[in-house]
């Protein structure tokens, strides 16, 4: 192979791990969708009894990731459904900033320095869960090379909570 190409190897490498994760990730999109309801739908109705409820308030739920990336990892699940940041307009900036800030408060009382810390959202068709859900991981560190790459701020298939509210308030999250 001509020596300019390699560089194609990286590329392969991310892409293919990219579609790995993907694709283990709809995995379990199917068996939620195939128990009727949408899972993250009941655990923020508190009727998904073997999921423990960390935070809860008249929004959203706060509640462990089930498959951790790190140490530290939760994930902010509003009641009301909405399928991804795509369906999300002007008029949810007021429900992402206090996700937002519910994680961040949630996080500190942890002990958790967010300087180290992952607060962010999955882009379609990159998200384990067609229930729109924050990501809030701690210390990138601790994270394997392939959640590194799966939770990478900023790219087109992960966005941080910032990001997300700045595109709403300008109105260009496409
Ligand atoms: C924003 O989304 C909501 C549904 O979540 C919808 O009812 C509303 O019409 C949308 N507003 C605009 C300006 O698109
Ligand atoms: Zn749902
Ligand atoms: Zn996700």
Redesign the pocket.
């Known amino acids: 192979m001509k020596k300019r190409y390699l560089f194609l190897f990286p590329l392969f490498g991310l892409l293919l791990i990219l579609i790995v994760k993907y694709s283990t990730e709809t995995g379990n999109d199917l068996d939620a969708q195939s128990l009727s309801e949408c899972l993250f739908c009941k655990i923020a109705k508190g009727t998904f009894s073997t999921t423990k409820l960390e935070f809860e308030d008249e929004e959203f739920v706060i509640f462990k990731d089930k498959n951790p990336a790190a140490k530290i990892h939760y994930l902010a699940v509003p009641k009301q459904h909405?399928d991804s940041i795509k369906?999300?307009?002007?008029?949810?900036i007021g429900l992402i900033e206090r996700m937002q800030n519910g994680m961040i408060n949630f996080l500190k009382s942890k002990d958790v320095d967010l300087s180290v810390a992952v607060i962010g959202y999955h882009v379609p068709p990159f998200i384990s869960q067609k229930h729109l859900h924050l990501h809030g991981i701690s210390p990138v560190s601790e994270m394997s090379v392939s959640n590194r790459i799966s939770f990478f701020m900023p790219s087109f298939w992960f966005k941080s909570s910032q990001d997300v509210l700045r595109s709403l308030q300008r109105s260009d999250l496409k």
């Open positions: 909405y369906a999300l307009n002007k008029s949810h």
